[in-house]
């Protein structure tokens, strides 16, 4: 894993866009197309403005992204796919786009997803983690083991009580308690991973993903064990790290 501490968000997402495109053209270059995974969340808005800003051909780039809540319809404002809309996909077509749908059935969602996940080698995942040391909505203990690409799970307190703070929500009972996430094994299957974390209410988070031993009870730390993860931080959420 190599860290790198940028003075605030904006430094923070140009760099980590800049890094991941550079990524995406090798990809291209080598292969005439790539294969990315785009987050969602606050802690993606200021990489996802400079990384639409790149010089791409998004007409050969194939996108997944990493989770949806499930029954939560698209036009909610807290919708992921809504979100990737309005901030990626239709900024940058003709990119072809994969969705996490939840509004259906979510066994069937999950092997649709699977199915055509490996069929495509991810060159680049774009990541953030959560104030739980979540990696996508795999809160702790997550699973680092199980091989299905998709999976259907539960949200923890920490996890729904994060959404509620960063404003999607206006109560949290509003707030779902399952998704469909992308799962531990198939992220870390991408050759290489930009994780982008700012802000001081990730700072603990940041602390336990660098310093503890990998562990499912953080289950961003798995990164650690990632041949090529770039994580971005800012001044306030590097702040616990003593080097």
Wanted: hydrophobic share 40%.
């Amino acid at each position: 894993m190599v860290i790198n501490i940028l003075k605030n968000k904006i430094d923070l997402g140009s760099a980590a866009a800049r890094k991941g495109a550079n990524f995406i053209r090798k990809a291209i270059s080598d292969n005439g197309k790539a294969n990315i995974i785009v987050a969602t969340g606050a802690s993606q808005f200021e990489m996802l403005e400079v990384l639409i800003k790149e010089d791409i051909d998004w007409s050969v780039v194939t996108c997944f992204h990493l989770d949806e809540y499930i029954g939560l319809k698209e036009s909610h404002p807290a919708s992921f796919r809504k979100y990737l809309k309005e901030r990626f996909s239709n900024i940058v077509k003709p990119l072809k786009f994969h969705y996490v749908n939840g509004e259906g059935n979510v066994k069937t969602e999950c092997g649709r997803l699977h199915n055509i996940i490996i069929k495509h080698p991810i060159d680049v995942a774009f990541v953030g983690i959560g104030e739980n040391a979540h990696l996508a909505f795999n809160d702790p203990p997550a699973d680092f083991d199980i091989e299905d690409s998709y999976l259907d799970v539960s949200l923890d307190l920490p996890c729904r009580t994060q959404q509620l703070g960063e404003g999607w929500f206006k109560d949290l009972s509003e707030v779902p308690e399952r998704a469909i996430s992308m799962s531990i094994h198939r992220i870390m299957q991408s050759q290489h991973i930009i994780c982008s974390v700012p802000d001081k209410r990730k700072a603990k988070a940041v602390e336990r993903v660098v310093n503890v031993e990998v562990t499912p009870e953080v289950p961003a730390s798995i990164l650690q064990n990632h041949d090529s993860t770039f994580l971005y931080l800012d001044e306030n959420s590097s702040s616990l790290l003593k080097n």
